[in-house]
Structures are given as structure tokens and as C-alpha cells.
């Protein structure tokens, strides 16, 4: 796929509310389902992941929905503190050695 | 917590010259990845590497690139003769257990620059 380059789409959001990110994946076959978090200089963490068999996970103040009729990814985050402010991305797995990631939204906590 | 490690952390080097990047994934995986990311660009996927040998690679992952599992700990990204479009950063990730093959985790990544 074509990348975004440097102007990635972001979401601000005030400190305590709640953030969605959005994901649209992009193979129908795909069975497995990641969002990680990415800091400036550093590597993707995990954040959680969810398998095709569900449509909702929720793990320590997130919360990852998955709608496979339009191929449609979201992570919720709770209470969103400012070491949420990160860039976030959905990772798909279409097969069993690939992983193909989104584009990525960077979320800014307001104080 | 286990953790990926990468070295090194910077790697500056002569177009032309080969560079191989390192990786201690974590000790009870048995997948094995090897990404890019151009500055302020999406993860790329290079290849994947399971029971020594690759599993899959991408169409970025050309001749100019292999990888090796040389000890049973370590796992190699070498690129033969460094074009400036490598310079990137390189995230090796390593993942599943005998019982689950998916979740994968992350390194730090190595900062390439080719001059």
C-alpha cells in the first residue's frame, strides 16, 4: 500500500475522556488482530489483540472492537492520560507468517 | 518481562557497504520478523522466519537482503550492499510459543542511515 507519509491523521482529546481510534483493515481473510502503540524513537508495544471469532475484547482501560461485515477495527481508550499521546496502529494478519500494519493515528492528550 | 533486544541502536554506513543488523528475540518464540519503517511512514513488512527458515518475505525483501538464525539466539537482517532508500528504522519482532502462533512483540529497532 502507499504510504501517508509525514501527516499522519490525529485525534486530540482532553485529559480523563475517553479516545476511539479507528481502523480500516484490508483482507477479509485476515484472522488476527493487534493494535500496538508507538512512541516517538521507539518501537511498537502491544497494547491488545482480538481474534476473528470475536467482536469485542477488553483488557486494562481499553477496549478493541472488531465489525468483519465492513472490516472495521476500533481501540478504546478510558480516562486517556497524557502518556496515552502516542501513535497507534492496527495490525492485521491475512496469513500465518505476515503481519501488514495501517497507516496509524497519532492521539494528543490535552491537559 | 522478556524482551526483544536489537543492536545497534544507530548504524550509520557507505552506500554500497553491507550492514547486518542484530536481534535477540524473545527465548521461548519460535517466529520471527523482520520490519521497517520509513521516517514518519507505516510499519513495513520485510520477512518471517520459522523453524530456520523463511517463511515468508515481501516484495521489499529482494537479494540485497537475508537473514540467519546463526546460534539459536540470535537472528540477522543483512543487507549486501546498502542502497540510500534502506535508511530506515528496522524493528526485528518475535512471537508464539508451541501453543499459540499468533502476538507478536517488538524491539527496539535499529536506526539506518546510508550516506
Known amino acids: 500500500g502507499e504510504s501517508v507519509g509525514l501527516h499522519l491523521p490525529t485525534l486530540s482529546v482532553q485529559e480523563g475522556d475517553n479516545s476511539i481510534i479507528n481502523c480500516a483493515y484490508s483482507?477479509?481473510?485476515?484472522?488476527?488482530f493487534i493494535w500496538y502503540k508507538q512512541e516517538s524513537g521507539k518501537g511498537p508495544q502491544f497494547i491488545i489483540d482480538?481474534?476473528?471469532?470475536?467482536d469485542k475484547r477488553q483488557g486494562q482501560r481499553v477496549t478493541v472492537l472488531l465489525n468483519k461485515t465492513v472490516k472495521h477495527l476500533s481501540l478504546q481508550i478510558a480516562a486517556t492520560q497524557p502518556g496515552d499521546s502516542a501513535v497507534y496502529f492496527c495490525?492485521?494478519?491475512?496469513?500465518?507468517?505476515?503481519?501488514?500494519f495501517g497507516t496509524g493515528t497519532r492521539l494528543k492528550v490535552l491537559a | 518481562e522478556p524482551e526483544v533486544t536489537q543492536t545497534p541502536s544507530h548504524q550509520v554506513t557507505q552506500m554500497g557497504q553491507e550492514v547486518i543488523l542484530r536481534c535477540v528475540p524473545i527465548?521461548?518464540?519460535?517466529?520471527f520478523y523482520w520490519y521497517r519503517q520509513i521516517l514518519g511512514q507505516k510499519v513495513e513488512f520485510l520477512v518471517s522466519?520459522?523453524?530456520?527458515?523463511?517463511?515468508?518475505k515481501s516484495e521489499i525483501f529482494d537479494d540485497q537482503f537475508s537473514v540467519e538464525r546463526p546460534d539459536g539466539s540470535n537472528f540477522t537482517l543483512k543487507i549486501r550492499s546498502t542502497k540510500l532508500e534502506d535508511s530506515a528504522m528496522y524493528f526485528c519482532?518475535?512471537?508464539?510459543?508451541?501453543?499459540?502462533?499468533?502476538?507478536?512483540?517488538f524491539g527496539p529497532g535499529t536506526r539506518l542511515l546510508v550516506l
Open positions: 519482532a518475535s512471537g508464539g510459543t508451541s501453543s499459540s502462533s499468533e502476538t507478536q512483540y
Open positions: 483482507n477479509s481473510a485476515s484472522d488476527y
Open positions: 482480538i481474534r476473528s471469532n470475536m
Open positions: 495490525a492485521e494478519k491475512p496469513g500465518t507468517y505476515k503481519y501488514i
Open positions: 527465548s521461548n518464540h519460535l517466529y
Open positions: 522466519f520459522y523453524n530456520n527458515e523463511i517463511s515468508e
